[in-house]
């Protein structure tokens, strides 16, 4: 069981884990920081406690305690009661989602490893806005993405906005960087067998709905929310793919755009619909 531990001032060192999370210099989820995970609200909070990221310690109000009383019976982190005010003194800013959670990072998985036995991976280049970031692991986790790689230039998928925009999905869909060259990066990715499709909307991509997958691993490549992907990475694909759209609209949002490819390519199949139960005879009926 969570222990509850009241805290009435806002300098209680107990809590220095939220603190000042609007200065740059000071934010514990910053990289070069300490590098510590930040999960908020009560939906995200439940993710990071279920994850494989251990949990130090949260800090929330009283009826957020509440709401949570279910999950946090199994788990053994000192939960931090506030009020409102002191929560806001603590962070920084009034945080309306009540409640927060910080644990520990563990380490990266190796990418081959990570890779090995997926049907579909979503290959980031130069994905630097948090926002984006988040939304992609969302949107992967909902369409059947089995993991995600980064390569030079993206964003850390778990800062805290990251982790908030996913809903915390950054926590459940595996990651892993893939440093170093471009070509050298996706030529591994095609020596463990996968087919490298580069979303980009130049003249000549195939449209996306009419391209087969095939029953070949795939990995979706894309790109930085202005330029796109490079140009090393157009040239070491496979195939280049588009969505088509109307005139006058030149791109969509890099989260949208894969949003729409995963839920084309990647997006398992629905379950069937139960057959419904027959309608049970009237009374007065009898053979």
């Known amino acids: 069981m969570a222990e509850l531990i009241d805290i009435d001032d806002p300098a209680d060192p107990r809590v220095d884990d939220f603190r000042d999370l609007t200065t740059a210099d000071r934010r514990p989820d910053r990289p070069g920081g300490r590098g510590l995970v930040i999960a908020e609200g009560t939906v995200v909070v439940e993710r990071l406690l279920a994850s494989a990221y251990p949990v130090r310690s ?52 190796n990418a081959a490893d990570l890779v090995r036995g997926a049907r579909t991976v979503a290959v980031l280049e130069g994905v630097g806005d948090h926002e984006n970031l988040g939304s992609i692991f969302r949107n992967a986790a909902a369409l059947g993405v089995d993991a995600v790689l980064l390569l030079d230039g993206c964003a850390d998928p778990l800062y805290r906005r990251s982790v908030r925009v996913s809903m915390g999905n950054v926590l459940k869909v595996p990651f892993a960087p893939l440093t170093g060259d471009v070509t050298a990066a996706l030529n591994t990715l095609r020596a463990a067998g996968f087919r490298v499709a580069a979303l980009t909307p130049r003249v000549g991509a195939q449209p996306l709905l009419s391209f087969d997958r095939g029953p070949s691993p795939l990995a979706l490549l894309l790109g930085s929310e202005g330029p796109g992907l490079s140009e090393a990475a157009l040239a070491a694909s496979d195939v280049w793919l588009r969505i088509p759209m109307a005139a006058g609209v030149d791109s969509l949002n890099v989260a949208t755009a894969g949003a729409v490819a995963f839920a084309t390519l990647a997006a398992p199949e629905p379950e069937p619909e139960p057959e419904p139960a027959p309608a049970p005879a009237p009374a007065w009926w009898s053979e």
């Open 58 to 109: 949260l800090l929330g109000v009283g009826s957020k305690y509440d709401v949570l009383a279910g999950v946090l019976r199994a788990v053994d982190v000192p939960y931090h009661r506030v009020s409102a005010e002191v929560m806001a003194e603590v962070v920084g800013f009034h945080l309306n989602r009540g409640v927060l959670a910080v644990a520990d990072r563990v380490a990266f998985p």
